[in-house]
């Protein structure tokens, strides 16, 4: 049981470029969601998933993109990077149910910079 | 809409005396709160959570949080400082609304001095 798996780790990128981050995990999770963290500003909601075929927006969603074709998988695309987007992005998911109480497990996030 | 204050950015204790790090909120709903801690470097480990069965909650590593509605707060505690504390903490709030959202406070950094 892996948890929560996210490549890379690592990533430097030219402004204007894209890629994807790769979210997966294996606990049949059906939430899902892509966090970004910067210094003093603890941690954003981008995108979330409540089941496949479901995306909606977070509060910082401009710039990405999110898809949700299986429930394993929940990757995020930078469409044309820029240095504002240079920051370590987090993803993780939970059981979805009645209670919200339901705790969010974390994958070890990527490192992104935007040159 | 909910939302997190974590009063402090930084503290700073000494080896074996109390870690205090406080956490106010506001919630339209009964509120679903954790408490994450994040080593350097690392991902997010969830340290502990309030589920409305006890307002004294008991987490991980010593830890404690008392969940105060009159006061809405959820401060944690550790009777004892251990160098291994040293790391950000994060209060959350769940959006009891449904939607599932977590919302982060801006974390407490903690140092624990020799």
């Known amino acids: 049981n892996a948890g929560v798996t996210q490549t890379p780790k690592f990533q430097v990128l030219k402004t204007g470029q894209s890629m994807t981050l790769q979210c997966a995990q294996d606990?049949?999770?059906?939430?899902m969601s892509w966090y970004r963290q910067d210094p003093g500003m603890g941690l954003r909601l981008i995108h979330y998933?409540?089941?496949?075929?479901?995306?909606d927006q977070g509060e910082v969603p401009n710039g990405y993109n999110v898809s949700r074709s299986t429930t394993e998988d929940f990757p995020l695309r930078l469409l044309s990077a820029a240095p504002s987007q240079t920051s370590v992005y987090f993803c993780?998911?939970?059981?979805?149910?009645?209670?919200?109480?339901?705790?969010?497990?974390f994958g070890p996030g990527t490192r992104l910079t935007v040159l | 809409a909910q939302s997190v204050t974590q009063l402090d950015s930084h503290v700073s204790v000494s080896e074996g005396t109390p870690v205090l790090l406080r956490c106010n909120y506001s919630?339209?709903?009964?509120?679903?709160l954790f408490w994450y801690v994040q080593h350097p470097n690392k991902g997010l480990q969830l340290l502990l959570k309030?589920?409305?069965?006890?307002?004294l909650v008991k987490g991980i590593n010593g830890f404690e949080a008392e969940f105060k509605k009159s006061e809405t707060s959820f401060h944690l505690t550790k009777p004892s400082a251990h160098m291994s504390d040293a790391a950000e903490y994060f209060c959350?709030?769940?959006?009891?609304?449904?939607?599932?959202?977590?919302?982060f406070g801006t974390g407490t950094r903690l140092k624990v001095l020799a």
């Open positions: 993780a998911s939970s059981r979805v149910g009645t209670s919200s109480y339901n705790e969010q497990f």
């Open positions: 606990m049949n999770h059906e939430y």
């Open positions: 998933s409540v089941g496949a075929g479901i995306t």
């Open positions: 919630s339209s709903y009964s509120p679903s």
């Open positions: 309030y589920t409305s069965a006890a307002t």
């Open positions: 959350v709030v769940s959006d009891s609304s449904g939607t599932y959202k977590y919302i």
